[in-house]
């Protein structure tokens, strides 16, 4: 049984290496028809210095979502350098990235729309039933009520400021829209008691200032929610224009010597209304979360509160006599605000990047007619 064994391995031995030596003479020369697809890639002469750095930029670009300017980057690679091993591949990657269709599958992919909650329904109910009866007690201010009457106008209020919302959230309300109304609520409000120290009204007046405040900007708010639909990402930045634009002219106007509080006033309504207008409008183009917007806010606060109190260090506080310091201080606080804000905009400006999937398997195409499974990670 060993013998026999021994004799098969040396026959196919033998046989192997005939079949080895006669395969090179009796086999035909590789014609294009023969290579179904080629390499991927071959070993290219090496680029000058100037198109891998342009590749570079065009990588960087394509990573960050760039589409357009990788595209001109690598395409301006492969005319300095044809051969490069990387440039065809993604300069195709890129091209199909640009064309119409995989724009919409990105937005269907990444898009982060708002949905109908009921986190949202709660909060419009919650604001609006204050809302209402704040509204009850003002309008019983000015029918003089008794003590009695004060409590059954608030409740009354409470109850109709329920309804309402209930009525507005019908079919559902999404976050966005219950933050409009809501801020339509609160700003209207400020509006109406601003109004009243900038014109200097008084007691029927004054009470009819804030219920026309508070009641028009809710409508305006519900407008804007049916019409508009914002994010809440887009009613906090409005918000917080309004906010801070408001905050930094009453820290520049504390340092005035003059007293007049209807200027104080008058100028506080210009400049909290150019904030929310003007940031809204800024955020229909530049859209942002209310996630960053708070973390802006944040850096505000930080900013304005490091301002002041660097400048207080340097000077000891209020000397008590001029009020320089006083005033040094407080315009410290401001740009502190200001700096804060553009610092923080600036350090969460990729906050709200599209995140991808940790892994994602793609087909792809790959060299002359070939195709594959591109397969990416992220770890």
């Known amino acids: 049984m060993t013998l026999a064994t021994l004799l098969l391995v040396a026959l196919s031995a033998t046989q192997v290496g005939d079949e080895a030596q006669t395969a090179p003479a009796s086999s035909a020369p590789l014609t294009s028809e023969t290579l179904t697809a080629p390499p991927l890639m071959t070993t290219p002469d090496a680029c000058p210095p100037e198109a891998e750095a342009r590749y570079n930029e065009g990588f960087n670009a394509l990573i960050q979502g760039k589409d357009t300017q990788a595209s001109e980057a690598f395409t301006e690679v492969l005319a300095v350098c044809p051969q490069h091993p990387y440039a065809?591949?993604?300069?195709?990657?890129?091209?199909?990235?640009?064309?119409?269709?995989?724009?919409?599958?990105?937005?269907?992919?990444?898009?982060?729309?708002?949905?109908?909650s009921g986190?949202?329904?709660?909060?419009?109910?919650?604001?609006?039933?204050?809302?209402?009866?704040?509204?009850?007690?003002?309008?019983?201010?000015i029918a003089d009520c008794r003590d009695q009457g004060y409590v059954a106008a608030s409740m009354l209020g409470a109850g109709a400021g329920v309804t309402s919302a209930l009525l507005l959230s019908q079919g559902g309300i999404t976050s966005g829209q219950a933050a409009v109304i809501n801020s339509g609520t609160v700003w209207g409000f400020w509006f109406g008691i601003a109004s009243m120290l900038a014109f200097d009204l008084e007691d029927d007046d004054a009470l009819r200032a804030a219920i026309?405040?508070?009641?028009?900007?809710?409508?305006?708010g519900v407008l804007l929610a049916n019409l508009v639909q914002?994010?809440?990402?887009?009613?906090?930045?409005?918000?917080?224009?309004?906010?801070?634009?408001?905050?930094?002219?009453?820290?520049?106007?504390?340092?005035?010597?003059?007293?007049?509080?209807?200027?104080?006033?008058?100028?506080?309504?210009a400049a909290t209304s150019a904030g929310i207008i003007g940031f809204a409008v800024l955020s229909r183009s530049l859209p942002v979360s209310r996630g960053r917007m708070l973390l802006i806010d944040a850096g505000g606060i930080v900013g304005g509160l490091l301002g002041a109190s660097t400048m207080y260090t340097f000077t000891g506080?209020?000397?008590?006599?001029?009020?320089?310091?006083?005033?040094?201080?407080?315009?410290?606080?401001?740009?502190?605000?200001?700096?804060?804000?553009?610092?923080?905009?600036?350090?969460?400006r990729n906050f709200d990047a599209p995140r991808l999937p940790q892994v994602m398997l793609t087909p792809t195409l790959m060299g002359k007619e070939g195709a594959g499974m591109a397969l990416a990670g992220q770890f």
Request: aromatic residues 6%.
């Open 230 to 269: 914002p994010t809440a990402g887009q009613v906090s930045m409005a918000n917080s224009g309004g906010l801070w634009a408001g905050v930094v002219t009453a820290l520049f106007l504390a340092t005035s010597e003059s007293d007049n509080t209807k200027a104080f006033f008058a100028a506080e309504l």
């Open 317 to 348: 506080g209020d000397d008590g006599d001029s009020g320089d310091n006083g005033d040094a201080i407080l315009i410290s606080a401001g740009v502190g605000v200001l700096g804060g804000l553009a610092l923080t905009a600036y350090l969460t």
């Open 119 to 141: 986190a949202a329904v709660a909060s419009l109910t919650v604001v609006q039933t204050l809302h209402g009866a704040t509204q009850g007690i003002l309008l019983c201010a």
């Open 212 to 220: 026309i405040g508070g009641a028009g900007f809710t409508g305006v």
């Open 88 to 116: 065809t591949e993604f300069g195709r990657l890129t091209r199909a990235r640009l064309k119409p269709g995989a724009k919409l599958a990105q937005a269907a992919v990444y898009e982060n729309t708002e949905r109908r």
